[in-house]
């Protein structure tokens, strides 16, 4: 994929954070991960940039802000607490490698096992949790496989997911269809491909976007940390990784996409949280900290390497057909 030279040397240059700069190489010109570029940018995730930072306020015992004392305190305070933290370390591409993951991961089990114990667990906490002890290298860990069987048997008949106790899913629910995306191919049983395929086209056949009588409006900005919150780059992002980047009904969203892209060639943040416009339903009783890490209204080299990455698929996949 060709990309303006001035794009290419601020999303790799040494202003760059590490973890833009290992996925722009990966995902946008499709490097091996042993290429030199990859490694030096690998080697420097948790060390300098937006991971270092983050990890620099960890708690000895792999926690954010408090220790908890339940379960449920390592997702409060919104939205700067350890569940929320851990997410955007694993979308960073920080892993088991690092003893302060590790610390990390041990406690996000532990509270994935209390997700899963729960009568009707929770999908965003336990899609998320599970995505996330992936992404970390906990893929063969017994509760990370026990979370991947309880969200392919709580799939609806509909192909998509729902937080709330309802029959149908809901595009907002996307942390199934993702958790099962960031399995490798070659690992998915086929009760797994299947629930990947029917989740993919509970998307596609809406177009990303549609549900409901009206437009709604946090699904067409852009935003990050996405934690649970949804819009059409989470769509396109894991659609695209699932092979769907050459399906027609993904062009609305990929026409949006474009619509977002600035002058100079890059896309900015919209919005970070907690979000303006919510339904009654998503109030919250206390008070929330919303995570940040770039400007808002700014080029974010974070949305312009997911937006990258996106068209980057959408290429090759269309090139192959």
């Not at 955007?88 to 993951?101: C, F, K, N, Q, W």
């Not at 992404?135 to 969200?151: A, C, M, N």
Request: with cysteine; aromatic share 10%.
């Amino acid at each position: 994929m060709r990309v303006n030279p001035t794009i290419r040397s601020w999303l790799t240059g040494p202003k760059s954070d590490p973890s833009v700069r290992a996925r722009y190489l990966i995902e946008v010109e499709g490097k091996s991960p042993t290429d030199f570029g990859v490694q030096q940018a690998q080697k420097a995730m948790g060390q300098v940039g937006w991971a270092a930072s983050l990890l620099g306020h960890q708690l000895p015992g792999g926690y954010w802000v408090i220790r908890a004392r339940s379960a449920r305190e390592i997702y409060r305070p919104k939205f700067i607490s350890t569940n929320f933290s851990s997410i955007v370390l694993a979308d960073l591409g920080m892993t088991r490698s690092d003893p302060r993951i590790r610390r990390t991961a041990q406690v996000m089990i532990g509270w994935l096992d209390r997700v899963l114990a729960e009568k009707v667990p929770e999908h965003c906490l336990g899609g998320n949790a599970t995505r996330t002890l992936i992404r970390f290298g906990y893929l063969d860990h017994p509760t990370v496989q026990k979370s991947i069987r309880w969200l392919v048997r709580s799939q609806k008949s509909d192909g998509g997911w729902h937080c709330f106790p309802v029959r149908s899913g809901t595009l907002d629910c996307w942390e199934g269809l993702e958790a099962l995306a960031d399995i490798p191919e070659g690992l998915r049983d086929a009760s797994t491909r299947r629930a990947i395929e029917r989740g993919a086209e509970f998307y596609l056949k809406r177009e990303l976007r549609k549900a409901g009588p009206g437009r709604y409006p946090p699904w067409v900005r852009i935003h990050y940390p996405n934690h649970y919150y949804y819009d059409l780059l989470v769509g396109l992002r894991v659609l695209t990784r699932l092979g769907y980047g050459a399906d027609p009904r993904l062009g609305p969203a990929l026409r949006w996409l474009g619509s977002k892209r600035r002058p100079e060639g890059t896309w900015a943040l919209d919005a970070v949280h907690p979000d303006e416009v919510l339904p009654p339903k998503y109030t919250y009783p206390q008070p929330v900290f919303p995570m940040m890490l770039e400007p808002i209204g700014r080029p974010s080299r974070w949305a312009t390497v997911e937006a990258l990455s996106v068209l980057a698929r959408v290429e090759s996949a269309q090139r192959s057909n």
